[in-house]
C-alpha cells in the first residue's frame, strides 16, 4: 500500500492508482490523434415536442472509437480534453460537423430541427468563441436560429457577470442557449432571469426518480413551473419510459429526449428513424 520512500517524501503506490494515471495519461495521448486520424464521430439524438409529437430538434453528442481500446465514453474521455485543452480543436469540429449536418439535412428536404451542440466551460471563456461561432454559421450558410448551444451551471458559477456578457454576445447572433443539466449546479435563480437564454433542460437525475421519488417528482414540476414564469421552454432528458413521459406530458414539459423515442444515433441511422417515425402515425404526447 503507501510505501514509504524515505523520511517524510513517501508516495502512495496502489496498482489501481497507477493503473488509472496511466490509462488517463494513454487517452490523453491518443484524444491528440483521435481529430486527425478520424476517430471522432457525432451522434444525434431527436428531441420531441410533447403536445405534437413533432421531432423539433437533436442533439449532438461525440462517441471516439479507439482503434485498440475500442469506444470510451465521453464521461471518461471530457475530463481529459477540457483539461488538456483539446477541447479547443475538438469542440470546434463538433460544432462545425454538427452545424454541417443540420444544414446538409435542410438542403435534403428534411424538416428543419434545431440542432443542439454541448458547449464546455473552457470553450465558452475563451474570448474569440462568439466569433467562432459566427463565422461556422456563415461558412455553413446556416440561419442561426436551427443552432442551439448547450451550457452548464458551470459555465456560470465562475464569473456570472462575464458569462451573461458571453451569452449576450452570442444571444445576439440569434441562435438559441439552453441550460444542460439544469438542477445539478448551482445557478442562482436570480441570474437566471438575467440570461438571455431560452430554456432549461431537465437533469435526467430528475427524470430517471419521477416514478419512485416523490421529490424527484416535485423538482420537476417545481422546474416547470418556474421555466414558464420566466417565459423559458423546458427539456426533459433520459426519458426512459411511457411511465415518465406520460408523467412529463401532465407536468406540462414542453420537449422530451431520450431511449424511450430514440438513442444517439450516426447520421444515417437518425435519417432513417425520422423516415420512420414519420409514417408512422402516433397520437401527441403519446409515443
Ligand atoms: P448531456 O449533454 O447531458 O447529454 C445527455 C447524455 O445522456 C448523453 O450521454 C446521452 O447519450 C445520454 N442519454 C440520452 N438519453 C438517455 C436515456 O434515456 N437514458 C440514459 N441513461 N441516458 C441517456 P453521453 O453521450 O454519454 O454524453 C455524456 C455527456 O458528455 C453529455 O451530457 C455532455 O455533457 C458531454 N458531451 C457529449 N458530447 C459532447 C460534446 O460534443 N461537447 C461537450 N462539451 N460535451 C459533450
Ligand atoms: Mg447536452
Ligand atoms: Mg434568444
Ligand atoms: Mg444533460
Redesign the pocket.
Known sequence: RAKGAGGANFQFYEPGMQLSASRTLQLENALRWALERHELE??Y?PQIELSTGRVTGC?????WTHPQLGSV???EF?PI??ASGL?LP??EW?LRT?VAQNKAWQQAGLAPVVM?????A??FRQTQFPALVRLVLEEAGLEPGWLEL?L?ESVVSADPEAAIRIMKQLDSLGLQLSV??FGTGYSSLSYLKRFPIDKL?I??SF??DLGSDPDSALIVSGVIAMARALGLRTTA????TAEQAAMLAHEGSDEV?????A??MPAEQYERWLQDYLATTRAPGIV
Open positions: 457525432l451522434h439524438q442533439e449532438a453528442l461525440l462517441r465514453a465521453p464521461s471530457m480534453a477540457e477541447i475538438i469542440g463538433v454538427a443542439a451542440v454541448n458547449v464546455s473552457v470553450q448547450e452548464t444542460d443539466d433542460k437533469d435526467q427524470v430517471r432528458e433520459g426519458v426512459e429526449q431520450g431511449y424511450w423515442y438513442r444517439p
